[in-house]
């Protein structure tokens, strides 16, 4: 590991690039060099996914603790906060032996220094108390939270496909030789997860990431986790997701209920955005006590991250990108504790947003 001096470094904000505590143009490098100086000398780190992480997540997670291993020699935990609960994502910590720990594991004031990736602090969606400033946030999400702006080491940038993309530069960038053929193997199934096949919010950048980690890549191991075995749960959850599914019109909408785990929504969101002549799809469901939601939408700049935004606002939180969106609500702030009524404010402010209001809905 190397270290330079440090150096007084003006944040860039740019409105398509997202926001990073370096000057616009900074090279990778520089800001590897950052990161080795933030956790130097520390005996272990904390490295949080999202909760119930999906594979962008537990893929930028395990690259990280990679790259600060070999480069730093520093030890990190992943931890997460949820289940892993989709089967791709399940088979993914399986075959590749990814080594995670649930929060109720974890003690978090133990630790000195703590980074988010694929998420960021005030967004909603992950374990870290409210009261604690993690070190280091790497994503790729929209909006930009003010807290983001407040840590020793911001990298996010909105017009990137996937947080795996990021850190498969700072991969490349660390000069590490024979990288490791499974953190190369997750890399690429995160950027694939994220950007649906590279056919959803893939950018230059993300191709790029894509050609260098190809070479690197068990494919056989790959395959085993793009296709896993299936409970028949699994297909009970498609049958209540297409009896429930209403039609507005361009809009597809399906309350999934009971649900079985909250990344089932996203799944189901994607399989619903494929019925011919639909724009959108939202996927809603109640899971221990709160309301979840997707949306996806076909249309390339759209902004289904601002929709649901305005669906939240003052009850819950959400965030996103273009075509591809999530949000959540905690019913125990919700009047009366009432999910049902949530989920029905919800739609409305939904269907507002895609301005399909009045449109009366019909069975599929």
Same mark, same amino acid.
């Given at each position: 590991?190397?270290?330079?001096?440090?150096?007084?470094?003006?944040?860039?904000?740019?409105? =398509?690039?997202?926001?990073?505590?370096?000057?616009?143009?900074?090279?990778?490098?520089?800001?590897?060099?950052?990161?080795?100086?933030?956790?130097?000398?520390?005996?272990?780190?904390?490295?949080?996914?999202?909760?119930?992480?999906?594979?962008?997540?537990?893929?930028?997670?395990?690259?990280?603790?990679?790259?600060?291993?070999?480069?730093?020699?520093? !030890?990190?935990?992943?931890?997460? %906060?949820? @289940?892993?609960?989709?089967?791709? &994502?399940?088979?993914?910590?399986?075959?590749?032996?990814?080594?995670?720990?649930? @929060?109720?594991?974890?003690?978090?004031?133990?630790?000195?220094?703590?980074?988010?990736?694929?998420?960021?602090?005030?967004?909603?969606?992950?374990?870290?108390?409210?009261?604690?400033?993690?070190? @280091?946030?790497?994503?790729?999400?929209?909006?930009?939270?003010?807290?983001?702006?407040?840590?020793?080491?911001?990298?996010?940038?909105?017009?990137?496909?996937?947080?795996?993309?990021?850190?498969?530069?700072?991969?490349?960038?660390?000069?590490?030789?024979?990288?490791?053929?499974?953190?190369?193997?997750?890399?690429?199934?995160?950027?694939?997860?994220?950007?649906?096949?590279?056919?959803?919010?893939?950018?230059?950048?993300?191709?790029?990431?894509?050609?260098?980690?190809?070479?690197?890549?068990?494919?056989?191991?790959?395959?085993?986790?793009?296709?896993?075995?299936?409970?028949?749960?699994?297909?009970?959850?498609? =049958?209540?997701?297409?009896?429930?599914?209403?039609?507005?019109?361009?809009?597809?909408?399906?309350?999934?209920?009971?649900? !079985?785990?909250?990344?089932?929504?996203?799944?189901?969101? !994607?399989?619903?955005?494929?019925? =011919?002549?639909?724009?959108?799809?939202?996927?809603?469901?109640?899971? !221990?006590? &709160?309301?979840?939601?997707?949306?996806?939408?076909?249309?390339?700049? &759209?902004?289904?991250?601002? @929709?649901?935004?305005?669906?939240?606002?003052?009850? %819950?939180?959400?965030?996103?990108?273009?075509?591809?969106?999530?949000?959540?609500? =905690?019913?125990?702030?919700?009047?009366?504790?009432?999910?049902?009524?949530?989920?029905?404010?919800?739609?409305?402010?939904?269907?507002?947003?895609?301005?399909?209001?009045?449109?009366?809905?019909?069975?599929?």
């Amino acid at each position: 590991m190397y270290l330079r001096k440090s150096r007084r470094l003006r944040p860039s904000c740019g409105k =398509e690039g997202g926001y990073s505590m370096f000057p616009e143009g900074l090279s990778n490098q520089v800001k590897l060099e950052k990161l080795y100086e933030l956790v130097s000398r520390k005996r272990k780190i904390l490295i949080l996914t999202h909760n119930n992480p999906d594979p962008d997540s537990l893929a930028s997670a395990c690259a990280l603790k990679y790259i600060l291993r070999i480069r730093c020699h520093v !030890d990190s935990i992943i931890s997460y %906060g949820g @289940i892993v609960g989709r089967a791709e &994502n399940r088979a993914m910590v399986k075959r590749l032996r990814l080594d995670i720990k649930p @929060i109720s594991d974890v003690t978090i004031k133990n630790f000195s220094v703590i980074a988010l990736v694929d998420c960021q602090p005030g967004a909603g969606n992950t374990i870290l108390p409210k009261s604690i400033l993690p070190t @280091i946030v790497i994503d790729h999400h929209r909006p930009i939270r003010a807290k983001s702006k407040k840590v020793p080491f911001a990298d996010i940038r909105t017009d990137y496909g996937s947080t795996s993309t990021i850190l498969t530069e700072y991969l490349k960038e660390s000069g590490i030789p024979n990288i490791n053929r499974n953190v190369a193997t997750a890399l690429l199934y995160g950027i694939k997860s994220d950007t649906r096949d590279l056919g959803r919010g893939t950018g230059s950048k993300d191709m790029d990431a894509v050609l260098y980690l190809y070479p690197r890549v068990r494919f056989k191991i790959l395959s085993k986790i793009e296709n896993p075995d299936l409970p028949r749960s699994h297909f009970k959850i498609f =049958e209540k997701t297409i009896r429930s599914a209403m039609i507005y019109r361009d809009v597809v909408i399906s309350i999934v209920d009971p649900l !079985d785990t909250p990344d089932t929504l996203a799944e189901m969101a !994607d399989l619903l955005i494929r019925l =011919e002549g639909v724009k959108w799809s939202l996927c809603l469901g109640v899971y !221990d006590g &709160n309301v979840y939601f997707s949306v996806r939408t076909t249309l390339m700049k &759209n902004g289904a991250d601002r @929709i649901v935004q305005n669906m939240v606002k003052r009850i %819950g939180s959400a965030g996103g990108h273009d075509m591809i969106a999530a949000g959540k609500i =905690e019913c125990d702030l919700v009047s009366k504790n009432d999910c049902d009524g949530a989920i029905q404010t919800l739609i409305a402010r939904f269907l507002k947003g895609v301005k399909r209001t009045g449109v009366e809905g019909k069975p599929l």
